[in-house]
């Protein structure tokens, strides 16, 4: 059964740093590309950021460049996303989703974690 487990989220100041996990079960990072979104209440969902088999890295959100990175660990089959310089209009429900090898739309992901609670505040 393929899962993909969100984690880290958090309350934190603006100006911190946070870094997500996206833990994937029943398959291997070797095979499937993993990207990470993001929604707010009221707001469309929002892709950040993908990792594709092959570890190529597509950036989508121009409001997170130069303050996002997504990378892997293929041998704990984890995925992340280092967060630096947060600003409140970071906070949204972050998520991580599964896909065949390739990056594409969200529409074409096929596993979706819970999503994990961010909170930029003072």
């Known amino acids: 059964q393929l899962q993909v487990v969100e984690s880290g989220g958090g309350l934190v100041q603006p100006g911190g740093s946070l870094r997500l996990s996206c833990a994937a079960s029943g398959f291997t990072l070797d095979s499937y590309a993993i990207g990470w979104f993001r929604q707010a209440p009221g707001k469309e969902r929002e892709a950040i950021s993908c990792?594709?088999?092959?570890?190529?890295?597509?950036n989508y959100a121009d409001s997170v460049k130069g303050r996002f990175t997504i990378s892997k660990d293929n041998a704990k089959n984890t995925v992340y996303l280092q967060m630096n310089n947060l600003k409140p209009e970071d906070t949204a429900v972050y998520s991580c989703?599964?896909?065949?090898?390739?990056?594409?739309?969200?529409?074409?992901?096929?596993?979706w974690g819970q999503g994990t609670q961010v909170t930029v505040s003072s």
């Open positions: 990792i594709n088999y092959m570890s190529g890295v597509s």
């Open positions: 989703a599964a896909v065949w090898r390739y990056c594409s739309g969200p529409e074409e992901f096929d596993y």
